[in-house]
């Protein structure tokens, strides 16, 4: 059974101050690995896919990795509108199940 | 283009009714599937349309159903409902043809149930 797991589960910076989050998971074979960022009351915001191990991608000041067992977030001198909660998800290969698994999110704060 | 479309964003109803929330996809795409979220969670997998057809499921019971329609716009229905089934329901859309088929989904705005 595909699992993800998400950490830490709440983090609260100082704007300015870079941080990790961090996304392990198990998959019968990995598609993909998918970054969301979701706001209150809203629909998940796709932010990167991720294919194989030592892929890369960034978005302003977000920046995902991915190595065989996990994938981190780096956020670079965050501000307060980089906060939201930060959903990872997997895809398994086709030819097996499609839908995404989800982990719980880690809930960034940003403070002024 | 409009993005992944739902309604309505926010619906309450009683035990034991019946609910039907909508979704129509992003401009070329033609896969749609439903998530359930609760609070404080990740959305959970409830089922995936594609050319009409319920391709894959979760695990989730008989009384959630859908939809697909040629358009490929999709329905959820979910019957005899329970206090549990209270949570934000998402649609995702994405392709199933091309190099990168399906491996980029995209989601709605939500539809926040709550059953009293």
């Known amino acids: 059974e595909d699992q993800v797991t998400q950490s830490p589960e709440a983090l609260r910076l100082q704007e300015g101050e870079s941080s990790s989050l961090n996304c392990s998971y198990t998959v019968s074979g990995l598609r993909g690995l998918f970054w969301y960022r979701q706001d209150p009351g809203k629909g998940p915001e796709f932010l990167f896919t991720?294919?194989?191990a030592g892929e890369e991608k960034e978005k302003e000041r977000l920046k995902a990795t991915l190595t065989k067992k996990e994938s981190f977030l780096h956020i670079t001198a965050p501000k307060p509108e980089d906060s939201a909660t930060y959903l990872c998800?997997?895809?398994?290969?086709?030819?097996?199940?499609?839908?995404?698994?989800f982990g719980s999110g880690t809930q960034l704060t940003v403070l002024p | 283009d409009a993005g992944v479309t739902q309604s309505p964003t926010h619906l309450i109803k009683t035990r034991g009714q019946q609910v039907t929330l909508r979704c129509s996809p992003k401009?070329?795409?033609?896969?749609v599937s439903w998530y359930q979220q609760a609070l404080g969670q990740g959305p959970q997998f409830i089922f995936q349309y594609y050319e009409e057809e319920e391709r894959q499921r979760g695990n989730f019971p008989d009384r959630f159903s859908g939809h697909q329609f040629p358009n490929y716009s999709s329905e959820l229905n979910v019957n005899a409902l329970l206090l549990g089934d209270s949570a934000l329901y998402l649609c995702?859309?994405?392709?199933?043809?091309?190099?990168?088929?399906?491996?980029?989904?995209?989601f709605g705005q939500g539809t926040r149930l709550t059953v009293v």
């Open positions: 991720l294919y194989s």
């Open positions: 998800a997997v895809q398994p290969r086709p030819g097996s199940a499609r839908q995404l698994t």
């Open positions: 401009s070329g795409h033609d896969t």
């Open positions: 995702a859309s994405s392709s199933d043809r091309g190099v990168r088929m399906n491996t980029e989904a995209f």
